[in-house]
């Protein structure tokens, strides 16, 4: 469904991304994990449209985005919750929700992903009227992956969704998330709490310097003793609960 070639993005002359190649199959949940600074962001936010690739190609369903200007990439099919979620603190819930469906086809179906969306996320319905600013961070995260679905997307992008919440509120939006992914929706998952990645990805790319170092299943990544050692953490057991 989504195919990056000899991907190349750069910061000015400091470049962030070097020949990355990866592929997300329609309906698969990955995630792509790796040390600070390893690119990751930057790789969620070009194929978001944020940032202009230098070399390489981005296509979706066999269309080439990489040209697109970035207001053309949601109208693609592509939806971004990004890091620290962005949220518009001084709108509503609700005003932030209709944000992400904005565009006609989207538009037309708003009744029915807000009702989803509450599915999703019970305790916003006693938030909608609250402005976003007054929740907290775990509500907040709620309301960003949902204004991002609220578009109708094709590909779901997530970056770094645990950040800054407690344990208790990380279980929670990685239980949502498996729920969306069972519902069909391909996702791709940038995501620090590596164990947790592992656990709910059907595959995993790990990152190292703007460069791709491995991908597979998380069984074989964590079969392999170097992978565990540099990137993963040599204590991480990848079978036990979330």
């Known amino acids: 469904m989504l195919r990056i070639r000899d991907l190349d993005v750069a910061y000015g002359l400091a470049q962030a991304l070097w020949g990355v190649t990866l592929e997300v199959r329609r309906g698969e949940l990955l995630s792509v994990v790796g040390p600070n600074s390893a690119g990751k962001t930057t790789l969620i936010n070009a194929l978001a449209g944020l940032l202009p690739a230098r070399r390489g190609s981005i296509e979706l369903d066999g269309r080439e985005l990489t040209r697109l200007p970035p ?114 929706m391909t996702i791709l998952l940038v995501e620090q709490n590596v164990a947790t990645a592992l656990q709910i990805a059907q595959r995993v790319y790990v990152l190292e310097e703007g460069r791709v170092v491995a991908e597979g299943a998380p069984e074989a990544m964590m079969s392999r003793a170097e992978i565990r050692r540099a990137y993963l953490g040599t204590t991480f057991e990848p079978d036990a609960p979330i």
């Open 71 to 184: 207001h053309r990439f949601c109208a693609e099919g592509i939806a971004i919750v990004p890091e620290g979620r962005r949220l518009f603190g001084n709108m509503t819930v609700l005003e932030n929700l209709e944000v992400g469906s904005l565009l006609p086809p989207a538009r037309a179906q708003r009744g029915a992903s807000l009702a989803r969306a509450i599915e999703l996320f019970p305790v916003l319905a006693s938030k909608l009227h609250a402005p976003a600013a007054s929740l907290s961070g775990g509500q907040q995260q709620m309301v960003a992956i949902a204004r991002a679905l609220m578009a109708r997307p094709k590909l779901l992008l997530l970056d770094e969704p645990s950040l800054g919440l407690s344990p208790l509120v990380v279980n929670d939006m990685f239980a949502a998330i498996r729920r969306i992914a069972a519902d069909g």
